[in-house]
């Protein structure tokens, strides 16, 4: 685990570093909050089956971008997700459970694509790719359903911005966010015994750009 997690701290890293070619003036930085949604999720290794369920939850970004030309912009994301466990079932049978549900670390590269409207709103679309570390725990009885893993992810993205003032923008955007970590399930019969799932949500969050111009 801790290979994976300095893997993507270096990774991080390599996203972050956007071209150097652009002028200071096309840089901004900016961050967002929002709801966050996770969906259903299912976990198997073929024989046994853990489905789990989420209350709402909350999603936060810091974002550091470069404008290019075309409309282009380019733009790393670091983003923690949090959801509570609502429901847990065991191969079709639901289980009480204590836990605190699921949270992820992403750093991710988005590519978005603003429409020159002619007017104070903007409208965007976008694409993103990195890697969540996500951390994942139920407990029902004696069972210990959890771990941590670094994952793959990509989202899409549509939104609008507006000016608010001379140098920072607001925008409202909404989100899909998917990655498939493996999850490990321990019980008295089962030393451990990983599952593969999946780790989708669903955003809409507020945010701002403060512009270098």
Known sequence: ???????????GSGLLMLP?????????????????QTSNQTSTDGTRLVETEFDAGIVTTSIIGVKLEN???LEGEFAWRRNDGQSLSFNGVDR????????????????????????ALTPYVGVGAGFDFVRNRFLYGAVDFEDNDVAFAWQVIGGVSTPL???IDGFIDARYHSSSPDFTRTSPADNGVSLSSEFDNFSVSVGYRYNFR
Do not use: P, V
């Open 1 to 11: 685990m801790t290979h994976n997690f300095i893997s993507l701290i270096a990774i």
């Open 20 to 36: 150097a070619t652009a002028h200071a003036k096309d840089w901004y930085l900016g961050g967002s909050i929002g709801y966050n």
């Open 71 to 73: 409309n282009i912009r």
């Open 96 to 119: 009480n459970f204590t836990a605190k549900g699921a949270e992820s670390y992403g750093l991710l590269l988005n590519a978005f694509y603003d429409f020159d409207t002619g007017s």
């Open 165 to 167: 003032t001379e140098k």
